[in-house]
């Protein structure tokens, strides 16, 4: 129990990337099409018009990644007071929402950036602190 107190600040925001990124990851997965169609119109007057198939696949796997890596942090925490994939996790997370922050600012939806930012201000925040 001393490992989840000690650490609790790091296990909640492992806790917040592992839900946000699994499901936005699970989501794109079983909602290819609807995911496509949208991000095709999205990016429609951009310089990645042309590759939203391949950027959704590549962002789909960063995803599902960090979730993955973010969810093993947390058991890793709680076993043995380690956190290196949690580590891993946050930094791939940090790195997933930067490209998903770039694409908002290709496609001019800085609504949408503005959004992203909320979500990497805890995660860089994470990042530091498992450094």
Not at 18 to 33: A, N, P, R, Y
Request: glycine content about 10%; proline content about 2%.
């Amino acid at each position: 129990m001393e490992n989840l107190t000690s650490n609790a600040t790091e296990i909640l925001l492992l806790v917040f990337l592992t839900i946000t990124f699994l499901q936005s990851g699970i989501d794109k997965v079983l909602d290819w099409k609807g995911n496509l169609s949208w991000l095709t119109g999205h990016f429609a007057k951009s310089l990645f018009r042309g590759g939203v198939p391949a950027l959704l696949g590549i962002i789909t796997v960063l995803e599902m990644i960090s979730g993955i890596l973010c969810g093993v942090g947390i058991f890793q925490f709680a076993i043995d007071d380690e956190g290196t994939m949690g580590q891993y996790g946050a930094i791939l997370s940090a790195i997933t929402l930067l490209m998903l922050l770039l694409g908002q600012r290709v496609a001019r939806d800085y609504d949408g950036a503005r959004t992203i930012v909320v979500y990497l201000i805890p995660t860089v925040f994470l990042v530091y602190l498992m450094t």
